[in-house]
């Protein structure tokens, strides 16, 4: 069974910092791998798309890094700010059915 | 702008009611769609794909009877909640993948239900 798995489930930090999210999945013949970002009471924005061909990528603060051999992926976030507050979903495209797999999320809370 | 679009964003309706959520890709055509649902702190989980021209394909545990798709275009399909009951009320969303570079996958805004 493909399982996708985040951790920490929650993370609340004092703005400014430096933070990782990890996302961690059990078949590694992935197609690609998506974060996204989850506001309270709004849809999914797609933040970072990494093939499974490429080992990062990058936009702006944030920066997502895929190790397929590990089964691993971490979503780094610079220099934190409130507006960053989020739920954070890692997502795994295997090559069948073009059907999303996703972790539980990550709950991140950016105080001032 | 939007590339799939969700209708309504949120709906408030009677117990035993009906109620259709719309999915329309705006500027590509989706054979397939996905349903998701996603109950507070939870993560999204998988509720059926739809197939434009055929059956939906439902996921173990959804009950097909209660929770009609309809893929009658290739930039459209519905998800119709009959009879509904308080604990139907959740989080759907929908997504079309866009084939071509990269195939990613597009989701609506999302529609909140709230069964009372």
């Known amino acids: 069974k493909q399982e996708v798995t985040q951790i920490p489930a929650a993370l609340s930090v004092p703005e400014g910092e430096n933070l990782v999210l990890n996302c961690s999945f059990t078949?590694?013949?992935?197609?690609?791998l998506q974060w996204f970002r989850q506001d309270p009471g709004k849809g999914l924005t797609s933040l970072l798309l990494?093939?499974?061909?490429?080992r990062e990528q990058t936009s702006g603060r944030l920066n997502a890094s895929l190790d397929k051999s590990s089964g691993r992926s971490t979503l780094y976030i610079a220099a934190s700010q409130p507006g960053d507050s989020a739920t954070y979903l890692c997502?795994?495209?295997?090559?069948?059915?073009?059907?999303?797999?996703f972790g539980g999320g990550t709950r991140l809370m950016v105080k001032p | 702008g939007a590339v799939v679009s969700q209708h309504p964003s949120w709906v408030i309706c009677k117990s035993g009611t009906s109620v259709k959520i719309e999915c329309r890709s705006l500027?590509?055509?989706?054979?397939?769609m996905f349903w998701y649902r996603q109950f507070p702190k939870q993560s999204l989980m998988l509720m059926a794909t739809?197939?434009?021209?055929?059956?939906?394909?439902?996921e173990q545990g959804v009950e097909k009877d209660k929770f009609l798709i309809n893929h009658a275009s290739l930039t459209l399909s519905t998800l119709t909640v009959t009879s509904a009951h308080p604990e139907d009320s959740s989080f759907y969303i929908c997504?079309?993948?866009?084939?071509?570079?990269?195939?990613?996958?597009?989701f609506g805004e999302g529609s909140w239900l709230t069964v009372v």
């Open positions: 739809s197939n434009e021209g055929s059956k939906a394909t439902y």
């Open positions: 997502a795994v495209l295997y090559n069948a059915g073009n059907m999303l797999t």
């Open positions: 078949d590694s013949a992935i197609y690609n």
């Open positions: 997504s079309a993948p866009r084939t071509g570079a990269g195939n990613t996958i597009y």
């Open positions: 990494i093939q499974s061909s490429q």
């Open positions: 500027d590509f055509q989706a054979t397939t």
